[in-house]
């Protein structure tokens, strides 16, 4: 069973910044793709952002686009997710997920086989 471990969300001002990271307890995570999913209050869990497991393809939807930033370390086991210029609607708890075997990115959280507690951002206007 792979744990994955969340750090890093809080509090911030509209226009901060915040760093979410994600460990990983599996040592084959090389291989998996990971990605970065949150839901807000009444709404349905998106994706934000997800990493083929090589890091060489990315998604990010189209409201973080140009403001965050998913980033991986393979030596250490961990992902990451930079917000910049965070706004109000930014608002969620935060999920990492990994799917085994990621031989691309995905982004329909039933294609992922393990995730993070959740971590919660909120910023406030």
């Known amino acids: 069973q792979v744990q994955l471990l969340e750090s890093g969300g809080g509090l911030v001002q509209a226009g901060g910044s915040l760093r979410l990271s994600c460990a990983a307890s599996?040592?084959?995570?090389?291989?998996?793709?990971m990605g970065w999913f949150r839901q807000a209050p009444g709404k349905e869990r998106e994706a934000v952002a997800a990493?083929?497991?090589?890091?060489?393809?990315?998604y990010y939807a189209d409201s973080v686009k140009g403001r965050f930033a998913i980033s991986r370390d393979n030596a250490k086991r961990t992902v990451s997710l930079q917000m910049n210029s965070l706004k109000p609607e930014d608002t969620a708890v935060y999920y990492c997920?990994?799917?085994?075997?990621?031989?691309?990115?995905?982004?329909?959280?039933?294609?992922?086989?393990?995730w993070g507690q959740g971590n919660q951002v909120t910023v406030s206007s």
């Open positions: 990493m083929m497991w090589s890091g060489g393809s990315t």
């Open positions: 997920a990994a799917r085994r075997y990621g031989s691309r990115y995905y982004v329909n959280q039933n294609e992922y086989d393990y």
């Open positions: 599996e040592r084959t995570f090389s291989s998996y793709a």
